[in-house]
């Protein structure tokens, strides 16, 4: 009974080996879904020489204000970029100037505060990721045929309130990457 009431009191979230073997089988099937694609080939910008983070920036930028970015009246600073990213303001300054060499997004001054900046994704850009996007949920559709669409409703229900969930941003393995804010130590 104690340990109903406590999982009462934590919103039903009880702690635990259970929840934390429960946790690593959910990221283990993520992992291998996302794996499963990547391993097609299939990337967009094919014919430019794009690194993943490039990809990541170009991705970040269609998801976070839809159809403004691609009007032109949305757009993502500079700030948001590295929070969302991971990574230093400085680095997405370089992604951003290789990006805008490519003719992939454009970086205007941010009407709000001359100091910064708003990326925006190209016209071209944005119907390549669309595209791309559309060829991503094509080639995963078949693993979610077991799911009836009231399951897939409430698997995107789920996956939201994990995105929305305060980040502890996790140190990275990757020595290019850093939590926003952190910035990197001169010697």
Do not use: C, H, W
């Amino acid at each position: 009974m104690m340990g109903r009431q406590a999982g009462i009191a934590d919103g039903g979230r009880e702690g635990g080996a259970n929840r934390q073997q429960g946790l690593a089988r959910v990221l283990a099937a993520i992992g291998t879904v996302n794996r499963e694609f990547t391993a097609r080939g299939s990337y967009p910008f094919q014919g430019r020489a794009l690194g993943r983070s490039q990809l990541d920036l170009l991705f970040v930028l269609s998801q976070a204000t839809g159809t403004a970015t691609r009007s032109g009246t949305g757009g993502v600073g500079v700030g948001g970029l590295a929070a969302a990213l991971g990574v230093t303001s400085g680095a997405v300054t370089q992604l951003v100037d290789a990006l805008r060499s490519d003719g992939l997004v454009t970086s205007e001054v941010n009407p709000a505060d001359r100091r910064g900046r708003i990326i925006r994704l190209t016209a071209d850009a944005a119907v390549e990721v669309d595209a791309f996007q559309r060829d991503y949920a094509v080639a995963l559709a078949p693993r979610f045929d077991a799911l009836t669409t009231a399951e897939v409703a409430e698997l995107e229900r789920l996956l939201n309130k994990v995105q929305a969930a305060p980040n502890p941003a996790p140190a990275s393995t990757d020595p290019g990457r850093r939590p926003a804010g952190e910035e990197e130590m001169s010697t």
